[in-house]
């Protein structure tokens, strides 16, 4: 640390702090100028900004707490004076991160993550990594973000008005989703995908888990084949899936048309259920699978020697320990099949659209911002859903005894 630090273990404030934050200011500079139309003028002033405060807040401004909530403020000032509420809330958000970054550097608060006996360089490989790791983290939760507040956008437009970038309520209205509960073609894509999803997640969890209990079986023969063979949906691309599936069910459903005298409609609906199936299958195998590798298998030994027949075995026995994976796989798959459009396209007719398919329709002909709406809903079942799923790890986990209780 001696190599970095000055003044009773403190940081260099010249050589080091003002430098590090005067380029944090440069970057949010550079963006806010951006939203102003001077990313140049931005640039300029985040630097000179950011450097001013490492000097103000750490040599002038002992109190955090105090140093932080002056900066949160004065720039939430500048912000509504500039934009509004909207700039307020933009401007107090651009303070709070530079604030903190300032102390974080200022205080050599930067070090205490790291063991004592690392040198500069590990030093900064290691927090480097974290502020890489978080980087990726915004990159891809950016775009959902700003999915969910322009559904409410009062305007048939897919960018921010001034009305919403000021926060004023003119600028938000809910037509959007009363446009998708009351169309009836978002309504029809509505209800084909909450007949397909569940049908086809109820295949992909039957089939995949008895293929993962019996893949799990060492006496089993060339199981790392089958087991590529199964999980290869999810590895081919899946426009070569669809492809082969198009061949495939064509000929199946001409079959069950001309031969057993299914309707059209009918035979549409299970091409699709039976593709999306495939495809959720891998998925189900993987996380049984998972769950199957801390399994005690003296427990069915056990219950067959007590005469329990293997059926009863592994409802009795068996499924309650993997229900945990079961689910998770089972979910995978749920949304596998709600969020594809790809192979309904090549399988399905317009009798079997979906949401994705008609959100594919609303993007590439008539450019409805109903797609807003309905993607805000469809974020919202997804993070539902995975944290089901993290529950049941967590539960899962606790039920092996990885975890404590």
């Not at 955090?64 to 909207?86: C, D, H, S, T, Y």
Request: proline fraction near 5%; include cysteine; hydrophobic fraction near 55%.
């Amino acid at each position: 640390m001696s190599d970095l630090s000055v003044n009773k273990g403190q940081p260099n404030m010249s050589g080091f702090v003002v430098p590090v934050v005067g380029g944090l200011g440069l970057i949010l500079g550079f963006l806010t100028g951006n939203v102003v139309g001077a990313p140049l003028v931005g640039l300029l002033l985040g630097a000179v900004i950011g450097a001013v405060l490492a000097v103000v807040l750490n040599r002038m401004v002992p109190n955090k707490a105090m140093g932080r909530w002056a900066v949160i403020l004065g720039f939430a000032v500048i912000g509504f004076l500039f934009g509004g509420l909207g700039g307020a809330v933009g401007g107090a958000l651009i303070g709070a991160i530079i604030s903190w970054f300032a102390y974080w550097i200022g205080r050599g608060t930067y070090r205490k993550s790291v063991p004592i006996y690392y040198t500069r360089g590990q030093t900064l490989w290691w927090n480097s990594f974290l502020f890489v790791c978080g980087a990726i983290f915004v990159f891809l939760i950016t775009p959902i973000l700003v999915v969910l507040p322009l559904s409410f956008n009062a305007e048939d437009f897919f960018t921010f008005t001034p009305e919403m970038l000021r926060l004023d309520p003119e600028g938000y209205s809910l037509k959007h989703y009363r446009d998708f509960f009351q169309t009836d073609d978002w309504q029809l894509a509505l209800k084909n995908s909450l007949v397909i999803a569940p049908i086809a997640t109820i295949i992909s969890v039957s089939l995949g888990t008895l293929a993962a209990i019996g893949l799990s079986q060492s006496h089993v023969p060339f199981r790392r084949p089958i087991m590529a063979i199964l999980i290869s949906p999810m590895i081919v691309p899946l426009i070569i899936s669809a492809t082969g599936m198009f061949f495939f069910y064509s000929t199946l459903g001409n079959f069950l048309e001309g031969s057993l005298g299914m309707s059209k409609s009918l035979v549409g609906y299970i091409k699709v259920i039976l593709a999306h199936a495939v495809l959720g299958i891998p998925f189900v195998i993987i996380t049984v699978t998972a769950t199957l590798v801390g399994f005690d298998r003296s427990l069915t030994r056990a219950a067959a020697n007590m005469g329990a027949d293997p059926v009863t075995t592994f409802f009795r026995v068996q499924m309650p320990l993997i229900l945990p994976g079961v689910i998770s796989g089972g979910l995978f798959a749920f949304i596998t099949s709600f969020d594809e459009v790809v192979v309904v396209l090549f399988v399905g007719s317009a009798a079997q659209k979906t949401l994705p398919w008609q959100m594919f329709i609303g993007l590439r002909e008539q450019i409805s911002p109903t797609i807003l709406a309905v993607a805000t809903i469809l974020v919202v079942i997804s993070i539902g859903l995975l944290a089901t799923v993290e529950l049941l790890r967590r539960r899962s986990e606790r039920l092996r005894g990885m975890s404590p209780g």
